[in-house]
């Protein structure tokens, strides 16, 4: 659970803002191959870190208002469901469940790029669901169906190595 206040779940990794306020990294890296699911339950923006990755075998959520800000944020995960006007500038993601979708929302611009030891997006037959406040570009690929919504800004997708299946936007 990141954002909580508390400690009282059981078996349960429980890290508020305050506390992934004290960390001070290049790369913070949450969770693990056997990890279970995350569900971020308040704002998290971790003051002194430049790029954030979750790592599940499971899926990544977020509860209403349960904002992240944070420069890079790499997903390592089976699905993330991340759409409450995040404010990250950079995203790579792996979502590993056959079929299981990347659905992110950013109030500003996004670059599709490497995070961490993550590059680009890529989805196991699943879709890759953007929303952008801005312009979106790549330095890296896309593997995946693609959905686009950027309410305002340019769409620059120009990776020579994309594959993206179908691609709609609106």
Same mark, same amino acid.
């Given at each position: 659970?990141?954002?909580?206040?508390?400690?009282?779940?059981?078996?349960?990794?429980?890290?508020?803002?305050?506390?992934?306020?004290? /960390?001070?990294?290049?790369?913070?890296?949450?969770?693990?191959?056997?990890?279970?699911?995350?569900?971020?339950?308040?704002?998290?923006?971790?003051?002194?870190?430049?790029? *954030?990755? *979750?790592?599940?075998?499971?899926?990544?959520?977020?509860?209403?208002?349960?904002?992240?800000? /944070?420069?890079?944020?790499?997903?390592?995960?089976?699905?993330?469901?991340? @759409?409450?006007?995040?404010?990250?500038?950079?995203?790579?993601?792996?979502?590993?469940?056959?079929?299981?979708? *990347?659905?992110?929302?950013?109030?500003?611009?996004?670059?599709?790029?490497?995070?961490?030891? /993550?590059?680009?997006?890529?989805?196991?037959?699943?879709?890759?669901?953007?929303?952008?406040?801005?312009? *979106?570009?790549?330095?890296?690929? @896309?593997?995946?169906?693609?959905?686009?919504?950027?309410?305002?800004?340019?769409?620059?997708?120009?990776?020579?190595?994309?594959?993206?299946?179908?691609?709609?936007?609106?």
């Amino acid at each position: 659970d990141l954002g909580a206040n508390t400690d009282a779940q059981a078996n349960t990794i429980e890290l508020s803002d305050a506390e992934l306020d004290t /960390v001070t990294a290049s790369n913070l890296r949450i969770g693990g191959n056997v990890a279970g699911s995350f569900n971020i339950t308040s704002p998290i923006s971790p003051a002194n870190v430049t790029n *954030l990755g *979750l790592v599940s075998n499971s899926s990544v959520t977020q509860t209403p208002g349960s904002t992240i800000t /944070v420069a890079n944020l790499a997903l390592s995960t089976s699905s993330a469901t991340l @759409v409450e006007g995040n404010n990250v500038t950079r995203i790579a993601a792996i979502m590993s469940g056959f079929g299981q979708d *990347l659905n992110f929302k950013t109030i500003g611009a996004l670059e599709i790029g490497t995070v961490d030891s /993550v590059s680009g997006i890529s989805t196991n037959s699943g879709n890759a669901n953007l929303q952008v406040d801005g312009n *979106l570009t790549q330095s890296n690929p @896309v593997f995946a169906n693609l959905g686009i919504r950027s309410t305002s800004g340019d769409v620059t997708l120009t990776n020579a190595s994309n594959q993206v299946n179908s691609i709609s936007g609106r």
